[in-house]
C-alpha cells in the first residue's frame, strides 16, 4: 500500500496534484458563502472589469493558500513552480507583453484584411476612458496572473513531476481550454482548439525560461489587446468602456463571431508563426532535445 502513495521523491505527484485541488476547491467554496452572505453580491455581466477583479481574486486567494501549504509539505520555493519571484518584471515580463500585443495584432490585421474587421468610431472618451484605461489594464494583470498562477505553476510542475514536461503540457492546455469550452456561453470548438495551443504556447516559454514570466506578460497583453484596444466581442459581449466602436462583417470563421477573434481560424496563422518563430529566438535548455 505504501508504494500508491509514496515513491523515491515522497507522496507521489498524482496524490500531491489532487489534495492541492481539495483544498483549493474546499477554500474556494468558504470564501464565495462568506462573500454572498456578508456582501449579497449583485449579478453583472460577465466583461464587467470590477467583476473580473472581484472574480480573479476569489480564485487566487485559495489557490496561493493551496500552494502555500503544499509548499511547506513538499519542502519547495515558490520559484520551484516557476513562478518569477524575484524578476517579475524582468526582461522575459516585458518580452512577453510585446509577443502577446503583436500576437493580437497580427489577429486582428488578418481578420482586418479578410474584411472582417472595421473601427467606426470612439465609443469611450474623456474621463470615462481614462477610469477604463485603468480599469482593462488592472483587469487584464488579474487575468493573465492568476490564470497562470494556477493552470501553469504548481499544476504544470506536479504533474511534470509524476508523467513528464510535455506530457503534463498537454493536459493542463486541453484542460485550459475546456475550462473555457464548458463554463463560458456561445462556445465552439474552435475556441477550444485556440484556447489550448495558446496554453500550449505559453507551456513551451516556460520549458525555454524556466520561468512564468513571460507567459503572464503575453496573457496580459493578449487579453487587454482583444478586449479593450481592438474591441472584440468575447461570450458575446463587448467589452464596458472599450476603446473602438467596432464592426465585425463575415463568417464566425473569418472573425471568431460572438466568441471574439481568438476564435477566429486566423489565429491558427498567427500561432504556427508563434511556434516557430519562437523556436528559433529563444534559448533550448542544454542538454535538453525536446525543449
Not at 489557490?63 to 502555500?68: D, E, Q, S, V
Not at 476612458?129 to 480599469?135: G, I, P, W
Amino acid at each position: 500500500m505504501k508504494k500508491i502513495f509514496i515513491g523515491r521523491d515522497g507522496l507521489r505527484a498524482g496524490w500531491r496534484f489532487l489534495l492541492w485541488w481539495i483544498i483549493f476547491f474546499g477554500l474556494r467554496q468558504v470564501l464565495i458563502l462568506a462573500i454572498v452572505r456578508l456582501f449579497h453580491p449583485q449579478e453583472t455581466a460577465f466583461l464587467d472589469p470590477v467583476g473580473l477583479l472581484v472574480d480573479d481574486l476569489i480564485v487566487l486567494v485559495p489557490a496561493a493558500i493551496a500552494t502555500w501549504i503544499m509548499m511547506h509539505i513538499e519542502r519547495r520555493r515558490l520559484r520551484d513552480y516557476y513562478w518569477p519571484t524575484y524578476d517579475f518584471f524582468g526582461r522575459q515580463f516585458w518580452l512577453g507583453l510585446a509577443w502577446g500585443l503583436a500576437a493580437i495584432s497580427l489577429n486582428i490585421g488578418l481578420i482586418a484584411l479578410a474584411g472582417g474587421y472595421c473601427i467606426t468610431g470612439l465609443a469611450t472618451t474623456g474621463g470615462q476612458l481614462a477610469k477604463f484605461v485603468l480599469l482593462w489594464i488592472a483587469a487584464s494583470f488579474a487575468i493573465g496572473i492568476v490564470e497562470e498562477f494556477v493552470f501553469r505553476a504548481y499544476q504544470l510542475r506536479t504533474l511534470a513531476d509524476g508523467m513528464g514536461f510535455w506530457p503534463a503540457a498537454l493536459l493542463t492546455s486541453c484542460a485550459f481550454g475546456a475550462l473555457h469550452y464548458f463554463t463560458k456561453p456561445y462556445e465552439r470548438w474552435e475556441d477550444w482548439v485556440s484556447v489550448s495551443f495558446i496554453a500550449l504556447f505559453l507551456c513551451f516559454s516556460v520549458r525555454r525560461t524556466g520561468t512564468l514570466a513571460f507567459a503572464i506578460g503575453l496573457h496580459i497583453s493578449f487579453d487587454w489587446g482583444a478586449i479593450f484596444f481592438y474591441s472584440g466581442r468575447n461570450a458575446g459581449q463587448f467589452a464596458p468602456g472599450r476603446l473602438f466602436l467596432t464592426q465585425w462583417p463575415g463568417s464566425d470563421h473569418v472573425t471568431g463571431g460572438l466568441l471574439g477573434p481568438e476564435a477566429s481560424w486566423m489565429m491558427g496563422i498567427v500561432l504556427l508563426a508563434m511556434f516557430v518563430i519562437y523556436d528559433r529566438v529563444s534559448r533550448r535548455p542544454a542538454g535538453d532535445a525536446l525543449a
